[in-house]
Each structure stands twice: as structure tokens, then as C-alpha cells.
């Protein structure tokens, strides 16, 4: 007898299971219901949709050969049947039965299985902020919400847009917003930085900085208190600290709570998060159950602990070993160590690992470097400055998380990539020094950034170097805590001393030894070059003099104005 297959959920792992299992298995009986009519789609390509990236739905419902995923497609190409605007009810565990209802019809039926998948995913959260049932407030959700979204603006009636949360959804929202339609957009955030799960202050502040250039109202530490409007016209304005902010359209971007209550309802454990809990062979604590995607909880491979990572690409991974385990293998998803991309506007960010406030929280003792260092050998025409942050626990130097910065998305990811693999098997900063990775000056220095990071966090770490981050420095400086020495070239400072007088005094490196009478003692001294070479050197120069006093701004000139580029007109 076949067996029979029962997957709920047909956007991204619900399809992958079953495509797989039906290659590896021609006679199962596979069947994928979903509450939606649209299936098989790149949820994370909504924001590229809404802002003109691409052009029409089917975009996203296609596959690379330009072929509709539809349940005919799937068929008549897969051999798998798929039932849309179904939904899951409960689960007879006893019996092995999954209750469904057409929502259609409303006619319920009973589903026999031998195995069950559950690929429910996530739905947006809407926070209960009075007046988010409005009209034109809108969760980024499923393609219905993005369509709605899009003709909404395409109308020509929404000149200014708020969003609500600074996690990726709403950056990559409010990018669409502006960079397309032009329109007004304010991202409002509760936390004291953008991407507060993913970034640490440094690498956020650079894209904070390039949200605003770009037109983006930021507003940080603040929290949407109403959204006003009525049920006729919509939306028309939100408060906001004793504010209000005139608007024609809400995004809610307040993340996302995992679809698992018929899940629980019958039994199934769930951890912390509200998702799902299972093995390293993606079974919930029902052998016969299996679930993944962004309704469980994964394992973070740096700490130990359970977390949600609602990723298009983890969910396709975890489907493969899904429907190898139905079909009688052995496969294991260890877990994830958290890597993640974004782009915002011409700048682009990635991640793995913990961030510097994340491995503090849980216990570790964190030393933090910041680089900065061309993405491409410096002499190459088309090289770009890249912003590295790396991260390690000081007891064992053990690598606890990466952030990388830059204008070129592909170098910026190719840093991250090189290095999340690795964390798992607990990297320490010296194998981050001397780690293998391509050279040719159209891809990489010779000395490459990631190696360059390595070394300064050693230096960190063995204490010759004594850091201050750039973010810290730009608020001493304007709060006058501090003395600075540019160790630049005479030209290189010149319009900071023209614009700081006193505050800002040069003395080139080269000229260091020879005029060590003239560095001030008593207030701390920061130094200061183009990306922070120079200036660990003058550093150590200094200290070998009994200079004690004395700090590394981390990145130097090139990190401080990507974190402040304004700062030369303070």
C-alpha cells in the first residue's frame, strides 16, 4: 500500500517536501493543502514587488523557466495533488486523521495519513494599537496584501507612509515606498537602533545613515500610540510621543508569531516562542509528525539555545530533509547559526551569529572589533570601503558572531558566508587571522578584511589595542569628553581642524617621535586615521611612552563618517 502524505502549508517547505518525496518515492500518496489560493511563492520578494523590482505577481509564483506554480503545474509536473482554500482544523493523533474544512464550502472532511508535515508558517503580528483595523493599515502577509498594497499606491493617493518596526520587513518596506513611488516614509522603532535582532550599534548606524540619505525618516526609541482615521476615508494620520505624523498608509512590520495552534490543540509541544519543537530530523514529539519552516523552533548552533528563523532558504533546506526521513533515511538539520542579508537602497548588510548586546545577555564576555578596509584590492578601480564587526567571547576567544557593511552586496555576503559555517565548530579569532579565503584584486585584498578583523581583535583581545567605537566616539566628541589627535597627513585633517580648531590637533605619524612634547596628557586621547591602522600604531607608540590615557577609534575616519556623515558639519 502507498503511503499517504498529508503536508499543511504550500508556500515554501510544504512544496519542497512534497516534490522531493515524490522523486524519491513515485508511488506515495502526497497530499498539500493550503488556505490560500496563491501557492508556491517567494514571500521574502514582496517588498521588490511592491517597489517595481518585479513587475507582476506571477513573478514570484514562477519557476525559473518562467512556469506558473499552480496546483495544475504541480499535477502535472510533480505528481502532487494540492488542495487551496483548505484549512487545517485538528489533529486525531489516535487515529492518524487530519480534519479539514473547505473554506469554499465549508464542508469538513477527515484526511487518513501515515505521515503529517506541517508547514504552516507565520502571520504577521498587529500590534493592538487603537485604529489598527483601519483602512489602509496594512501587514506584510501573503501575496493579497501585497497586491493590495501596491494598487493602493499605484492610485497616485498615498504622498507620505509610516511603518511601524525596523526589523527587515519594514527597511525593505520603506525602501519600496520611497525609492519607487516617492512617497514620504517614516519607520518608526521601538528599540534605540534599527535591526535591533540582527545588528550591533555600529553596523546599524550605517544603515540608519543610509536610510536617511535617502529620504527615510527614522525615528528610534519610539512607539506608534494610536493610528487616527475613520472606516470611510482610512487612515490619515499616527501619534507618536505627543506627535502626530500625517500619513495615507500603515505598514505594520512588528514580526511575525508562528502558525501552530491546531498543532497545540492536539498535543504537539511547543517551545518559548509559541513554535513547534523538534528533533534534528525535524519531528515534533509525534514520530509521525514532522514540521519546519518559520513554525518551529531551530537550534542556534553558537549558543545552544532555541530560536525562530522565518527564512525562505532554511525552510527549502529543511524540506529536503523531511521528505528524506518520510522515505526512510536518516538526514539531520543540526540547527542555524542565524545568517541573514538585507539590502537598503545602495547599501547592504549581512550577519551570523550572535550580536555584541545577544552574547552579553546570555552570559559570555564579549570584545567587539570594527573595521574598515576596501571589499577589493584598494587599487582597483570598482573597490568600495567594506565595514566589518566581529565578535568573541574574551575567556576563550572563541568567534560568537559576524556583521559586515558595504555598497557591494556581493562582497559583503561572501565575507559573512566565509565565516558562518565555521561557527558552529567553535572558530576562535586566531583561525579568523589566518583563514583561507580567494585573492585577486577584482575580489579581494591580499591581506583580505576578514583576516584584517581577525588581527585587530586579537590586538583587542592581547590588550595592545584599547578601542572606542565610532558611534561612542561621535557622542563624546559632541559632549567634549575627549581630546583628539589626527595622525593623517596634514591635508587629510585639514578641514577637521579648520571646522573643531583646539578640539581636533594633528600630528602626522610620521612625525610622532619626534614630537611626543606636544601630545596632551590628563583628558583621554583619541586617536584618529583614515580606517584605523595608522592610529593602533601611533597607539602603541604612545603607550611604550607612558602615554596610558590613550584610545583607538575603531575604523577611523572612514568608520565615522558612515556612522555620522554629517560630522565634518557638526
Known amino acids: 500500500m502507498s503511503k499517504r502524505v498529508i503536508i499543511v502549508g504550500a508556500v515554501a517547505l510544504g512544496p519542497k517536501v512534497a516534490c522531493r518525496l515524490r522523486r524519491l518515492d513515485p508511488e506515495a500518496d502526497i497530499t498539500v493543502i493550503d488556505r490560500d489560493n496563491l501557492i508556491s511563492y517567494g514571500g521574502c520578494g514582496i517588498p521588490y514587488y511592491v517597489g517595481g523590482d518585479i513587475n507582476d505577481l506571477e513573478g514570484l509564483c514562477s519557476t525559473s523557466s518562467h512556469v506558473l506554480r499552480d496546483p495544475a503545474f504541480f499535477r502535472s509536473s510533480k505528481g502532487v495533488n494540492i488542495l487551496p482554500r483548505v484549512e487545517a482544523v485538528s489533529i486525531d493523533r489516535h487515529k492518524k486523521t487530519l480534519h479539514i474544512r473547505h473554506l469554499d464550502t465549508e464542508k469538513e472532511e477527515a484526511l487518513p495519513y501515515d505521515k503529517l508535515v506541517i508547514a504552516t508558517g507565520a502571520t504577521p503580528v498587529r500590534p493592538p494599537i487603537p485604529g489598527a483595523d483601519l ?42 515606498l520611497t525609492d519607487l513611488w516617492g512617497v514620504d516614509t517614516t519607520i518608526v522603532e521601538m528599540a534605540d537602533q534599527i535591526l535591533p535582532a540582527a545588528l550591533g550599534k555600529n553596523m546599524s548606524k550605517v544603515v540608519e545613515m543610509e536610510l536617511k540619505q535617502n529620504g527615510v525618516t527614522v525615528l528610534l526609541s519610539q512607539k506608534v500610540d494610536k493610528i487616527n482615521g475613520d472606516k470611510a476615508s482610512g487612515v490619515t494620520s499616527v501619534e507618536v510621543g505627543g506627535n502626530t505624523l500625517p500619513c495615507d498608509l500603515v505598514v505594520m512590520s512588528a514580526g511575525v508569531r508562528p502558525n501552530t495552534q491546531f498543532a497545540k490543540d492536539a498535543g504537539l509541544a511547543v517551545g518559548g516562542s509559541g513554535a513547534l519543537l523538534v528533533d534534528r530530523g525535524l519531528r515534533t514529539t509525534d514520530p509521525h509528525i514532522y514540521a519546519g519552516g518559520d513554525c518551529v523552533e531551530l537550534r542556534n548552533l553558537v549558543n545552544g539555545e532555541n530560536m525562530t528563523m522565518p527564512l525562505g532558504s532554511l525552510a527549502n533546506r529543511q524540506g529536503r530533509i523531511i521528505a528524506n526521513n518520510i522515505h526512510g533515511r536518516a538526514s539531520k538539520f543540526k540547527g542555524t547559526v542565524g545568517t541573514f542579508c538585507i539590502k537598503a537602497f545602495d547599501m547592504a548588510a549581512a550577519k551570523a551569529g550572535l550580536t555584541f548586546a545577544q552574547a552579553r545577555a546570555i552570559g559570555y564576555d564579549p570584545v567587539h572589533a570594527v573595521v574598515a ?139 610622532l617621535r619626534d614630537r611626543l612634547d606636544e601630545v596632551p596628557s590628563g583628558r583621554p586621547l583619541c586617536l584618529v586615521c583614515g580606517t584605523g591602522a595608522r592610529s593602533y600604531e601611533c597607539q602603541v607608540l604612545l603607550n611604550q611612552k607612558g602615554f596610558d590615557n590613550v584610545c583607538n577609534v575603531q575604523g577611523g575616519h572612514a568608520m565615522i563618517l558612515a556612522v555620522a556623515p554629517d560630522f565634518i558639519d557638526m
Open 373 to 511: 578596509q576596501s571589499d577589493r584590492a584598494h587599487f582597483y578601480p570598482s573597490s568600495r570601503i567594506m565595514y566589518i564587526h566581529l565578535i568573541a567571547d574574551r575567556k576563550t576567544r572563541r568567534i560568537l558572531g559576524i556583521e559586515s557593511v558595504g555598497g557591494q552586496g556581493d562582497a559583503v555576503k561572501a565575507r559573512v558566508d566565509a565565516v558562518a559555517p565555521l561557527l558552529s565548530a567553535g572558530i576562535d579569532v586566531d583561525e579568523v587571522c589566518s583563514l583561507e579565503t580567494g585573492y585577486a584584486p577584482p575580489f579581494a585584498s591580499a591581506m583580505d578584511i576578514i583576516n584584517n578583523a581577525g588581527n585587530v581583535l586579537d590586538n583587542i583581545l592581547e590588550g595592545r589595542n584599547v578601542p572606542m567605537d565610532p558611534v561612542d566616539f561621535v557622542r563624546a566628541f559632541a559632549n567634549d569628553e575627549i581630546q583628539v589627535m589626527d595622525v593623517r597627513d596634514p591635508k587629510e585633517a585639514a578641514p577637521f581642524i579648520e571646522k573643531y580648531r583646539e578640539k581636533w590637533m594633528n600630528i602626522p605619524q610620521g612625525e
Open 135 to 176: 483602512p489602509r493599515v496594512f501587514t506584510v502577509s501573503n501575496l493579497h496584501s501585497a497586491k493590495d498594497i501596491k494598487e493602493t499606491i499605484s492610485k497616485g493617493k498615498v504622498g507620505r507612509a509610516v511603518v511601524i518596526g525596523a526589523g527587515a520587513i519594514g527597511i525593505e518596506m520603506a525602501e519600496a
